[in-house]
């Protein structure tokens, strides 16, 4: 009996042989110059990740299929500093690599869907690229690095995110197509002049480009904080309704994300969240050929300013249908009930320096805030609440103030001044119970 057991055992081994373990692999292995590490359940796949070149001069690269039996990956521009790299090629049957015309991509191995653009080539021949449609995700560590050539970029509508895709481009001039933001799209040098912008965008701060002479927002954008724009050539700027708009934004979620419907099944819970979160600050400054601005309510509400527009002539906050009484004939019709709101009951504000041909501004909210100077200095208008500067009142400032009143921080003149909100010549703990009611629109005006 032992002796068929151990024949039967003997022949399980042969016919289905132990897994290889993750010893069996060397960690690193280098190849042609490459450095790839061994990475077990990876997205549930163990692949050879590329992490380092060690010899930057390059000029073309092959990358295998495979290393030691199991796959190659590539998830960031690890050719970045490459700036003679001119082509890459992977070899046939790469599962998850491939190449189009030089171009790195990648396939996520937990989704085939979702196709990466890694690595431009910076020294790839050719002044206009366009990406493939069907890239559904872009690298977020600078897949178009140290590019010499490239002054045009044309991208598919939907890509995400752009905020880390471009760096140290020295001509590139023109981005099209309507792309998502997450952050700033810093300058790098770059002599952009045309960008356009949509989809959701978690804030968004467009670095100094002096060249810029066409920003095109799209209707649909969604944005999900601050919004700044300094040091360009544009000479005329609107901003969509929905920018700052926290209430739109929210509706807007309700309607398309199935996880935003789960979290806020009712418009009161909507409403709710709006109070909390209502929108975030517009920054405008330094554009000298700056001549109009059509700012949406939803923004001036959260608070902009605009300084140092030498030729600004005007600016016009744009009225808009009620969306809180559109929101309720939608409700009502859907078996729930939202009482109508007064947009004229909310504030907001509108900071304006050192803008001196600024002859018309058209408002069409008597409530609304709109403070005009020539230049900002310790006698300009103190904007009560804003310790910190940064034209929005949150709670941070809430936190410098009962800092300052447990004798943990120091208030500096300036911040003394917006601290008293309730302007009785004291700072104490009502200046701050009276920010957190403005916040929560339980006041609707500081410092008087």
């Known amino acids: 009996m032992n002796k068929?057991?151990?024949?039967?055992?003997?022949?399980?081994?042969?016919?289905?042989?132990?897994?290889?373990?993750?010893?069996?692999?060397?960690e690193y292995v280098t190849q042609d110059g490459i450095v790839y590490r061994y990475l077990p359940q990876t997205d549930s796949v163990n692949v050879y990740e590329i992490t380092e070149v060690l010899d930057t001069r390059i000029s073309s690269v092959t990358i295998p299929a495979q290393i030691d039996g199991v796959d190659v990956l590539c998830t960031t521009n690890v050719f970045k500093d490459c700036v003679s790299l001119e082509s890459i090629t992977v070899e046939e049957n790469s599962r998850y690599l491939y190449d189009i015309d030089g171009v790195l991509f990648s396939i996520s191995?937990?989704?085939?869907?979702?196709?990466?653009?890694?690595?431009?080539?910076?020294?790839?021949?050719?002044?206009?690229?366009?990406?493939p449609a069907g890239i559904s995700l872009l690298d977020s560590n600078s897949a178009f690095r140290n590019c010499l050539y490239l002054t045009r970029v044309n991208l598919p509508d939907g890509i995400t995110p752009i905020c880390s895709l471009f760096s140290i481009c020295p001509n590139l001039e023109e981005i099209n197509g309507t792309v998502e933001l997450h952050g700033e799209l810093p300058s790098d040098g770059m002599p952009l002049r045309t960008l356009s912008l949509g989809g959701r965008m978690d804030g968004f701060e467009l670095g100094i480009y002096p060249e810029l002479e066409s920003l095109a927002v799209d209707e649909q954008t969604v944005s999900y904080g601050y919004f700044r724009i300094s040091g360009t050539k544009l000479q005329e700027l609107r901003i969509p309704q929905i920018i700052g708009d926290k209430f739109t934004q929210f509706e807007y979620l309700c309607e398309s994300d199935e996880a935003y419907q789960k979290s806020y099944p009712s418009p009161e819970a909507v409403y709710d969240k709006v109070e909390q979160q209502y929108g975030a600050a517009v920054l405008l400054s330094d554009c000298p050929e700056l001549e109009s601005i059509i700012l949406p309510y939803g923004a001036v509400r959260a608070g902009v300013t605009v300084k140092n527009c030498p030729k600004l002539q005007s600016?016009?906050?744009?009225?808009?249908?009620?969306?809180?009484?559109?929101?309720?004939?939608?409700?009502?019709?859907?078996?729930?009930?939202?009482?109508?709101?007064?947009?004229?009951?909310?504030?907001?504000?509108?900071?304006?320096?050192?803008?001196p041909r600024l002859t018309?501004?058209?408002?069409?909210?008597?409530?609304?805030?709109?403070?005009q100077m020539a230049e900002e200095s310790s006698?300009?208008?103190?904007?009560?609440?804003?310790?910190?500067?940064?034209?929005?009142?949150?709670?941070?400032?809430?936190?410098?103030?009962n800092k300052s009143l447990l004798g943990l921080q120091q208030l500096e003149a300036s911040e003394q001044k917006a601290a008293d909100?309730?302007?009785?010549?004291?700072?104490?703990?009502?200046?701050?119970?009276?920010?957190?009611?403005y916040m929560v629109h339980l006041e609707y005006s500081l410092g008087a």
């Open 315 to 355: 600016i016009l906050i744009e009225p808009r249908d009620d969306v809180y009484t559109l929101l309720k004939e939608a409700y009502t019709e859907a078996g729930q009930g939202l009482d109508a709101l007064d947009h004229a009951k909310y504030e907001g504000f509108l900071k304006i320096v050192n803008c």
């Open 421 to 437: 909100v309730n302007a009785d010549g004291h700072v104490d703990s009502s200046d701050s119970l009276l920010i957190l009611r």
């Open 379 to 401: 006698d300009a208008p103190v904007f009560y609440g804003d310790l910190d500067g940064n034209e929005t009142i949150d709670l941070l400032d809430v936190i410098t103030l």
């Open 4 to 26: 068929q057991l151990c024949a039967i055992l003997a022949l399980l081994l042969v016919v289905a042989p132990l897994p290889v373990s993750a010893e069996e692999h060397p």
């Open 360 to 371: 018309k501004v058209e408002n069409p909210y008597p409530r609304l805030s709109i403070a």
């Open 109 to 131: 191995p937990s989704n085939p869907e979702i196709h990466n653009l890694v690595v431009y080539p910076g020294a790839k021949p050719g002044t206009e690229y366009t990406v």
